[in-house]
C-alpha cells in the first residue's frame, strides 16, 4: 500500500507546503521547521482525521485546517521527544536539535505548537477540547517515558505512557473528525475508542521493531524501557517478544471491530487498510507467520 498516493495524504502535504511558503517573514524559523516538516512520515493522524470526517458522512474539506494542526503538533512533539532522548536520526534524517542546536529546534517547535492553535482554533468546542485534551495527554506520557528507565518501571506503567504519549492523539485524530463533521457524541466515542486502541497497538510494534531489528530511520542515545524488556524480566526472549506481538494483534482486532459497526465505504475500507499498513504489515515475516499459526 502506498499511502503518499492517497489524495488525503497529498491535501495534507500540500496544506503544509502553503504553510512553509507563507513564513517568508522569519526566513530562520522557515528554515527549521521546514526541515523537520518536510522530512517525510507517514501523516497517518492527519488521515485519520480526515477519513474519520468521511466515514461520518462528512466533506474532509471543512476538517484540513485541524488535520494539518494534528500533524503540526505531532512533529513538535518529535522534536522535543528526540530533545530529551538525544535522538540523532529522525524519519531517516539529522533530528532537529542536531542539525541546528537545540535552542532552535524548540523554538520551532514552540512555533508549531501555537499555529496548530491558531489552526484549531476555528472549530467547535468539542473539537477544541480533544485536541487540548491530547496534547496535555502527550505532555504527561513523555514525562513517565523519562522515568521508564528505572528498573521498577513495570506493565503498569508501560502502558499508562503509551495511551498518553502516543496512543492519546490517534484517538484525538478520529473524534475530532467525526465532530467537525457534525457527528454525535457516540459515534465520535466509537472512533475515538478506534484511534485509541489503533495507537496503542501502533506503539507495541514500533517496540517490537526496536527490540528485534536495527531501525535506521530512528536512533536515539537514551532508549526507553520497552514492553519486550518488561517481559523479558519473567520470560524468555522468543517469549517476550511472541506475547507483545499478539497483545498488539489483539488491539487490532479491536480497532477493526470498531470499524466494522460502520457502513462499507471507501473511507472505511482505507482506514482499515491504514490499521494493517502501521501493524500488522511492520512486523518482521517470522512474527506474522506466528499471528497465522494462532
Known amino acids: 500500500m502506498n499511502i503518499e498516493q492517497w489524495d488525503e495524504y497529498r491535501q495534507i502535504t500540500d496544506a503544509m507546503n502553503e504553510m512553509i511558503s507563507d513564513m517568508d517573514d522569519s ?6 521547521v521546514g526541515h523537520i516538516c518536510r522530512s517525510g512520515g507517514k501523516k497517518v493522524r492527519p488521515i485519520i482525521l480526515l477519513l474519520a470526517s468521511r466515514i461520518c458522512g462528512g466533506d ?17 512533539s518529535l522534536i522535543h521527544d528526540d530533545i530529551l532522548d538525544e535522538g540523532v536520526i529522525r524519519r531517516g534524517v539529522e533530528s532537529a536539535h ?3 542546536g537545540p535552542a532552535a529546534a524548540m523554538l520551532a517547535g514552540d512555533y508549531m505548537i501555537s499555529k496548530s492553535i491558531e489552526l484549531i482554533s476555528i472549530y467547535s468546542t468539542p473539537v477544541v477540547r480533544e485536541f487540548g485534551r491530547a496534547g496535555m495527554a502527550m505532555a ?46 457516540r459515534t465520535a466515542s466509537k472512533l475515538k475508542d478506534y484511534g485509541e486502541k489503533l495507537g496503542r497497538a501502533y506503539q507495541i510494534v514500533d517496540d517490537i521493531l526496536e527490540y528485534t531489528e536495527n531501525v535506521d530511520d530512528k536512533r536515539s542515545e537514551n532508549e526507553s524501557i520497552s514492553i519486550l524488556q518488561i517481559y523479558r524480566r519473567a520470560i524468555p526472549h522468543e517469549s517476550a517478544v511472541e506475547k507483545a506481538t499478539l497483545l498488539a494483534m489483539e488491539n487490532v482486532r479491536m480497532a ?31 512474527l506474522k507467520n506466528t499471528i497465522r499459526s494462532r
Do not use: W
Request: charged share 30%; with cysteine; glycine share 2%.
Open 27 to 32: 526566513p530562520q524559523m522557515k528554515n527549521v
Open 60 to 76: 474532509s474539506d471543512n476538517s484540513i485546517n485541524a488535520a494539518l494542526a494534528i500533524e503540526l503538533i505531532h512533529s513538535a
Open 98 to 100: 542536531k542539525k541546528f
Open 140 to 185: 504527561e506520557g513523555e514525562t513517565i517515558d523519562i522515568k521508564s528507565t528505572s528498573e521498577d518501571f513495570a506493565e503498569m506503567n508501560y502502558f499508562d505512557c503509551i495511551d498518553k504519549k502516543t496512543a492519546s492523539l490517534f484517538a484525538a485524530s478520529a473524534a475530532m473528525g467525526a465532530y467537525i463533521v457534525g457527528a454525535d457524541e
Open 256 to 286: 477493526k471491530d470498531i470499524l466494522e459497526e460502520f457502513e462499507p465505504s471507501d473511507s472505511r475500507s482505507k482506514l482499515m487498510e491504514v490499521t494493517d499498513h502501521i501493524t500488522t504489515e511492520m512486523l518482521p515475516k517470522t
